[in-house]
Structure formats: C-alpha cells, structure tokens
C-alpha cells in the first residue's frame, strides 16, 4: 500500500492532526509538504517517530513512520514508514460492486467527457477505469446514471493505479475518486440506493 504524490495524508500529534499531503515517494521514503505558519512550532525532529494517517475507498489507515530528515528552509519533512498500516476506521458508507453509466472530464467547460462504466460506488466515491493516466488530486466533474437518474457531481481523484490493464488492446487504469460536490438529495438518493444494492447482495450469498 504505497502513498502517491499529492495524496491528502494526516500527521498525528499529541494535541492535535495536521492535514498535509504528500510530494513525492522515492524508494522507502517518502516527503510530506511543509507545515505552514502557525504549525512550525509542531515541526517534528529527525529520529522522532509520527503517525500518519490517510483514506482509501471508505477505510481511514494509519501507519507509524520514522522522521529521517527535514529539509530547511520550507521544510519538508522526510520519512521512512515502518511496521504496516492499521485500519483506524470503516466508514458508514457501504460499497458496492456495480457497473453504472459513467461519464467524467476536466472542469474545464470545453474538456471532452468521455465513457465507462463503474467498478464500484458509494454515497461518498467510487472507483472506474479511465482511458488515460490521471493524477492524485485533480479534480473531475462527472455524471453518472443511477437507476435512470442522472447524478452530476465533482469528484477528486484519491487514488491511480500504476499500472495500466490492457484489455481487447485498449490500456485503462483503476482510478478511485472521493466526491467533494454533489447536491444534498442526490446523495441521499445514492445512498439509498447503495444500501438497496448492498443488502440484494446479502440476501443472494
């Protein structure tokens, strides 16, 4: 389970969980962006042990990891993760495999949408093939059909497969994206339909 650039991480301190994110991940260390004004004075020392903490699909991890240097004057901290992550959380949010109308692009007004269908979904994200590399971070807005209802929402890419499957000779990468706009009922009626789904499938075991 290897932390990718730009990916949202907490630190964990003693008073309290700094939000940050990761720059980039060399080998078995990885950099964290700096902590900024008022948060310097939380800056940890090299030797000192922090956890970390970020989300995958509905589950919140958290792994210990070793401080091997912070680089001045941003700075940016440089750690080793040790042991293996622990699951700190499931979310609420069921998940369910099922392949839903798909179609997503940039923000941008004349980016081309292009389409797929679901691997899986969730009230909070869902996961999908794309036909191109995306990055962590970025941003998508997209439109996917639920039992007939259109559902348009933005959705942020949390997660990209490094490698790319290839199948009937068309290259896709697994690609997880946690929703950060969609409107109060839509959500509610795709969770609704989620937990439907979820409890069909219980019922069929």
């Known amino acids: 389970m290897a932390l990718e650039p730009n990916q949202i991480i907490q630190i964990v301190f003693q008073t309290r969980v700094v939000r940050s994110r990761v720059i980039r991940s060399v080998r078995d260390e990885v950099y964290i962006d700096a902590l900024r004004e008022p948060d310097m004075d939380l800056t940890p020392l090299p030797g000192q042990k922090i956890p970390l903490r970020w989300a995958e699909d509905d589950t919140l991890y958290q792994q210990v990891a070793l401080v091997a240097d912070v680089l001045d004057p941003i700075p940016i901290l440089v750690v080793k993760l040790t042991g293996q992550p622990r699951v700190v959380e499931f979310r609420q ?4 495999k099922v392949a839903l109308p798909l179609e997503y692009g940039l923000l941008r007004p004349d980016s081309e949408l292009l389409m797929t269908t679901t691997f899986d979904i969730s009230a909070t994200g869902l996961r999908f093939p794309s036909a191109v590399k995306l990055w962590v971070g ?8 639920v039992e007939q209802r259109p559902i348009e929402l933005i959705g942020r890419v949390v997660r990209v497969a490094p490698k790319a499957r ?9 690609t997880a994206v ?8 839509d959500r509610k009626w795709l969770e609704a339909y989620v937990r439907r789904q979820h409890q069909r499938m219980r019922m069929t075991r």
């Open 93 to 96: 949010s069921f998940r369910v």
């Open 178 to 185: 946690q929703f950060t706009v969609i409107t109060a009922p």
């Open 138 to 145: 970025i941003d998508l807005r997209m439109r996917v059909r």
């Open 166 to 174: 290839e199948v009937r000779g068309r290259q896709s990468w697994e």
